[in-house]
């Protein structure tokens, strides 16, 4: 539950473009600092984008299927949830210190879910730092990568696991690296992307809402297959 994973979902609700049937689920740990709370609220500054997105997911809490990824039954209850889906969205992982890393974890279940009921896409959110993620170096790229090492080791350790786990499923997969999702920064409805470091330059920041339609699409139409993709504003 996420912002990422929220905006996925309203976007699927609310836009035209995107027609689909969607099946929300939201995985935490029963009792840890995240909690069970379903946190119906979006950390963006753009007050009309905040309020109609706080709404539409209001209108979805009930079927929002949560399930705690600690539990022996979670594989079982996360294939039950996605059973007869084209393509699955993974929004796990979190940046913030202090807070539990499973991600990892998360996303071992979530790839035993989907083998088991036999669903070939995933498109999985990663971050930027992590792998080989095509950016220019920076002065930003490099104290992003700095604090990867040291305050936020825990994240980095997290994340390369949860790619490692992707990139081995054998699934038709996409991770998907953000640069930096920022409250700040208002949605254009696309960004671009990076697939080497060819490829030009990405801005170092983005919107949530739109790092969510561009994992969405990918879904919904896949373009790319077994690889990983930086996203961001192309600054070139």
Same mark, same amino acid.
């Given at each position: 539950m996420g912002d990422v994973g929220k905006f996925a979902m309203t976007l699927?609700?609310?836009? *035209?473009? =995107?027609?689909?049937?969607?099946? *929300?689920i939201a995985l935490s740990i029963e009792g840890s600092s995240e909690g069970m709370d379903l946190g119906l609220e979006v950390d963006v500054e753009d007050t009309d984008l905040?309020?109609?997105?706080?709404? =539409?997911l209001r209108t979805i809490e009930n079927n929002i299927v949560k399930i705690d990824v600690m539990?022996?039954?979670a594989e079982t209850e996360i294939g039950n949830a996605i059973e007869g889906a084209d393509a699955v969205i993974s929004c796990l992982g979190n940046r913030q210190p202090k807070m539990e890393r499973w991600s990892s974890l998360g996303t071992k279940k979530v790839i035993g879910a989907m083998k088991a009921k036999n669903i070939k896409r995933l498109v999985s959110l990663s971050s930027m730092g992590i792998g080989k993620d095509f950016l220019k170096t920076t002065l930003l790229?490099?104290?992003?990568? @700095?604090?990867?090492?040291?305050? =936020?080791?825990?994240?980095?350790?997290?994340?390369? @696991?949860?790619e490692k786990d992707v990139s081995e499923s054998g699934l038709d997969f996409v991770l998907v690296r953000p640069v930096g999702l920022t409250p700040s920064e208002p949605p254009r409805g696309y960004c671009d992307w990076l697939l080497s470091k060819e490829d030009g330059k990405l801005d170092f920041m983005l919107s949530k809402s739109d790092a969510a339609t561009f994992m969405l699409r990918e879904a919904l139409d896949p373009t790319l297959h077994s690889r990983?993709?930086?996203?961001?504003?192309?600054?070139s």
């Open positions: 699927a609700e609310s836009e *035209p473009s =995107l027609s689909c049937t969607f099946r *929300p905040k309020e109609k997105t706080e709404k =539409l539990k022996d039954s790229t490099v104290l992003w990568g @700095a604090m990867l090492r040291t305050v =936020l080791r825990s994240v980095r350790k997290d994340l390369t @696991a949860l990983e993709v930086t996203i961001g504003y192309s600054s």
